[in-house]
């Protein structure tokens, strides 16, 4: 009988194949395990007006750990109308079945690391002094709050009129909106909480202790956007003054943060953000280190010990019909490395993540990415690794 059950959710388009491989490599590192399939996804939104259906809520509630691929999301009148006739009456509105989870399962902490691997001809560069050519080290871990904010979901389009009359109490409203019709009218929300906000705080600091990074960069927008940014700002000033006040606590808006990425990102170390800030910086790192190929996450719920592991690139379907699959499974296998650290595997991911880093520097086997190819159907014809292909290179220095 195996250790454990790890719910595997393949989801959408390039999820099925990365996480195919990604199995195929905790196999051969000798995890301990077998898969049981959970259902979520664009297939589950048309056929059942569900693309986060029951069942699959009861195998993460059951087994608590799960590896996810991908999912195509797509706006809400696109989502109507590619549901069938009997569906259609029931009135049935598309909502994201990743944030679905996060919001079920409590799983607030959403952690992505981006690191440079040497030898991925897709690192940053830029020009050193006298024109030399200089790649600094990123490493730089971004903690995201991962259930409210922007992506909380409270929304309207024409809000109703208990809603409209609230909003008409705020005098910035009145001047701004007050003349313009309700009907025309679409809004969302951002909401923080002290609890979630103090959470994501706290697992930021308690990762920088550690692991011993010098800094954690609370990167929001309190000039501008004051009760929430400005609330994460000064919760993080009391937690580091009281609790952690040998790391150092910097505070940058995201706008800015952008563009230093660019010319200093040796600088940072943790950084937290709320849910979309966080989305932003962190793809924005990720683009340091070769893209999103590279990127992985988790989410997860420090006192119920379930968590949810995905590389948070997209479904990418344009890729999904091709005989041979060429998308980079990096980002999967690196995602099952941080359900290992959090399930207390940790021997076996660092074996993972040496053979990987040993592939990559190595580089006799690159993907069509990794080979600043354009992804076509033909770049395997034309040298570029398969996802297979990748897996196996893994695979043999395991």
Known sequence: MAKRTIVAMPGDGIGKPVLNETIRVLDAAGFDAEYVEGDIGWEFWKSEGNPLPDRTIDLIKK??????????????DAAFDELSDELKQKKLVYSSPIV?????????ICMRPCHTYTGNPLNFIRRGVGDAIDEPLVDVVIFRQNTEGLYGGVEWSNPP??????????????????????????????IFTKRATE?????????????????????????????????????????QKVD?????????NIDAQMMWLTKNPEDYGVIVAGNMFGDIVSDGFAGLIGGLGFACSAQFN???????????????PK????????????????????????????????????????????????????????????????????????????????
């Not at 980079?328 to 595997?345: G, K, T």
């Open 100 to 108: 679905g989870l996060r919001q079920h399962f409590g799983l607030d």
């Open 161 to 190: 009129e208990q809603v409209y009359d609230a909003l008409m109490t705020h005098p910035k409203f009145v001047s701004n909106f007050g003349e313009t019709p309700k009907e025309e009218i679409s809004v969302s929300t951002r």
């Open 63 to 76: 087994h608590k750990i799960g590896l996810f691929g991908a999912i195509t999301s797509k706006p809400k």
């Open 244 to 252: 952690f006040p040998n790391i150092d606590l910097w505070n940058t």
């Open 319 to 398: 890729y999904a019909d091709y005989d041979t699959s060429i998308v980079n499974p990096i980002a999967m296998i690196e995602s099952a490395c941080m359900m290992l650290d959090f399930i207390n595997e940790n021997d076996i991911a660092a074996r993972i993540r040496k053979a990987v880093a040993e592939v990559i520097e190595e580089g006799k086997v690159r993907t069509y990415d990794m080979s600043k190819m354009r992804g076509k159907a033909d770049v395997v014809e034309k040298g570029a690794a398969s996802t297979v292909e990748m897996a196996n290179a893994v695979i043999a220095k395991l």
């Open 199 to 239: 959470r994501i705080l706290r697992a930021a600091f308690e990762h920088a202790k550690k692991y011993n990074y010098k800094s954690v960069t609370v990167c929001e927008k309190p000039n501008v956007i004051r009760e929430t940014s400005g609330m994460m700002f000064k919760m993080a000033q009391e937690i």
């Open 302 to 316: 420090p006192d119920s010990g379930i968590g949810v592991f995905e590389p948070t690139h997209g479904s990418a």
